[in-house]
């Protein structure tokens, strides 16, 4: 049998029906030589007539339990196992444009031989039209290219080289995103070549942008952005990045004159990302 060129590490909890989307999106993808890892961290087999359905429309599936809930830790152990040459991880509520796999393949082939290609997400406005090359001097100043986990590819002899997921970062965890930031930052500061495909693209749907109403929801907020400080404290990045970072959120609508719902969530993300650097600091040997 060959051997898989991509493999597809797909850690998932609380989800279901969603899945089917994605694999349908797989099934009609113009490359076909790739696996998909389901790295599944429910408690029950509520996955199980999903995954014989991928079977059933051909693709090459591997099922794996993983416990407790933990995304980075999840997608570590499909890495672990993983048989590709490339390996991507997509969301459990994403889907892919029928070309994405072939132009990742394509970008990868090309002969300055990238260890990370960065595709576009689609709804995500942000991401542009033009083709880039990822910096560490960008990136560790949040100017680059937007990196989300479901538009990041990498050699697997990447993770060989600067390990996986840092398991601290991510949802379950009390620093409560950041996980990919934080291996993209580990791979360019080791000298790692990442470039962005615009042509190749990955659709998720973007939750409508409206101000988090409740003191429940900005208290999610402040839970994600301490992924962001933890990030500023784990790299050593730059005063004024940190400065900026924390400032910015309660400046601008103060600058604007809104100091209703803008401001309590400018002050909900400054508090998060204070609370993720001083945290990470003494969670330090």
């Not at 990822?134 to 100017?143: K, Y």
């Not at 009390?174 to 615009?198: I, Q």
């Amino acid at each position: 049998m060959r051997m898989p060129d991509i493999s597809l590490v797909l850690a998932t909890v609380g989800r279901t029906d969603q899945l089917d989307r994605l694999f349908d999106s797989l099934a009609t993808q113009t490359f076909s030589n790739f696996e998909v890892i389901v790295v599944d961290q429910n408690m029950d087999d509520c996955l199980a007539g999903h995954i014989e359905r991928a079977k059933y429309l051909g693709i090459a599936i591997r099922h794996i339990k993983h416990h407790p809930p933990n995304l980075a830790a999840a997608r570590n152990a499909g890495i672990d196992i993983a048989k590709g040459e490339w390996i991507g991880f997509p969301d459990d509520d994403c889907w892919y444009h029928p070309e994405l796999l072939e132009r990742v393949v394509a970008r990868f082939s090309r002969n300055d031989n990238p260890e990370g290609v960065i595709v576009r997400w689609v709804e995500q406005k942000e991401q542009p039209l033009l083709a880039s090359n990822l910096s560490w001097e960008r990136s560790s100043a949040f100017r680059d290219i937007p990196v989300s986990s479901i538009t990041l590819f990498c050699q697997r002899k990447l993770f060989t080289r600067i390990g996986g997921f840092d398991a601290r970062f991510g949802v379950g965890q009390w620093f409560g995103a950041g996980e990919e930031t934080d291996l993209v930052l580990r791979a360019l500061h080791s000298g790692a070549f990442f470039t962005y495909e615009p042509l190749a693209e990955v659709h998720h749907a973007v939750a409508p942008a409206r101000l988090p109403a409740s003191p429940q929801a900005r208290k999610a907020l402040r839970h994600r952005a301490r992924g962001t400080g933890a990030i500023y404290a784990k790299h050593r990045l730059p005063a004024w990045v940190i400065m900026r970072g924390l400032v910015a959120p309660v400046l601008r609508p103060l600058l604007k004159g809104a100091l209703g719902a803008d401001l309590m969530t400018g002050c909900a993300i400054m508090l998060g990302r204070l609370d993720g650097m001083l945290g990470w600091r003494r969670r330090q040997p």
